[in-house]
């Protein structure tokens, strides 16, 4: 399926844990102000792949802990992503990570199915817009304060927002 990418990243240590190969999706909607990525935000940027491409790519390195979705805004592209994440769950102890300015509650109240379906197929979400005056070197896996690292499946499980163990907050 074609996906507009700003770009790849083949292996990343900042985008989750472990070695993980990150996909940039191209366009965004929030334009948060000071974004690490503003050339992604632009719909009509970028260059279209295809997940099958994606997939390849990410099987050719057999250290990969898994696939990290940032951007731009993934959930602005949701369909190609859930097919990506699919795959990548046929793996063994493979996991699928996701930056989204959109909050956890956001994506779930959203009543579009696509984008509940990728939440459904995120094992992490890093939820919440990126806020220049909370911004904070020192996080995890974040750049603002006011963004969560959320266990995507345990948050469904109890219907409530569960922060990743072992993320110092």
């Known amino acids: ?7 790849i990243v083949e292996e990343s240590i900042v ?3 472990g070695i ?3 996909v940039f999706t ?8 000071g974004c690490h990525n503003p050339h992604t935000h ?3 940027g970028g260059y279209l792949d295809d997940t099958d491409n994606l997939f390849d790519k990410f099987m050719e390195d057999p250290i990969l802990k898994g696939v990290t979705f940032s951007g731009g805004e993934p959930f602005m592209q ?11 769950h046929t793996l063994k102890n493979k996991d699928v990570y996701c930056y989204s300015g959109f909050t956890f509650e956001e994506i779930l109240n959203s009543n579009n199915k696509d984008r509940v379906e990728l939440l459904n197929n995120i094992d992490v ?3 919440g817009k990126f806020i220049e005056e909370l911004k904070n070197l020192e996080l995890s896996f974040r750049g603002s304060e006011n963004q969560r690292v959320i266990d995507v499946k345990k948050s469904l499980q109890e219907n409530k927002v569960i922060l990743l163990e072992g993320i110092d907050y």
């Open 15 to 17: 985008d989750g844990k």
């Open 125 to 127: 979400l890093i939820d």
């Open 26 to 33: 191209q366009g965004c909607p929030h334009n948060c102000k």
């Open 42 to 44: 632009d719909f009509t």
């Open 1 to 7: 399926m074609k996906i507009r990418l700003s770009g």
């Open 78 to 88: 949701p369909k190609p992503l859930v097919e990506l994440a699919k795959k990548i």
């Open 20 to 22: 993980r190969f990150v």
